[in-house]
């Protein structure tokens, strides 16, 4: 097929391009990671110092994400509505910590 350009000299339509592969978000790379039981996601959150407990439902913080101590920069417990008293833990062990999300708790 032909499209027509200014000028009146018409010129061969392009090709329909590809579509890309989409690359799936880190949001549907969650499921699989929380099939990993604590202990297992502990060992990554020690590498790389986020401790990611969002929308767990959670009724309580899980003694892992504190045996993580200072390698611990970000904790989100966001989206765990279970989780009403805070001061029981022991936040000092996380004396590295910069960023504490607990947002919808």
Not at 6 to 25: D, F, I, M, N
Not at 71 to 97: F, T
């Amino acid at each position: 097929p032909l499209r027509a350009v200014a000028g009146g000299a018409a010129k061969p339509a392009r090709p329909p391009t590809k579509l890309r592969k989409t690359v799936p978000s880190a949001a549907a790379a969650r499921p699989a990671a929380r099939a990993l039981p604590i202990a297992e996601r502990a060992k990554s959150w020690a590498k790389t110092g986020i401790v990611s407990l969002r929308d767990e439902a959670l009724d309580a913080l899980p003694a892992e994400a504190f045996g993580v101590g200072a390698s611990a920069r970000i904790l989100d417990a966001g989206g765990n509505a279970g989780i009403e008293c805070l001061m029981a833990y022991d936040w000092g062990s996380l004396s590295k910590l910069r960023t504490l999300r607990l947002s919808e708790c």
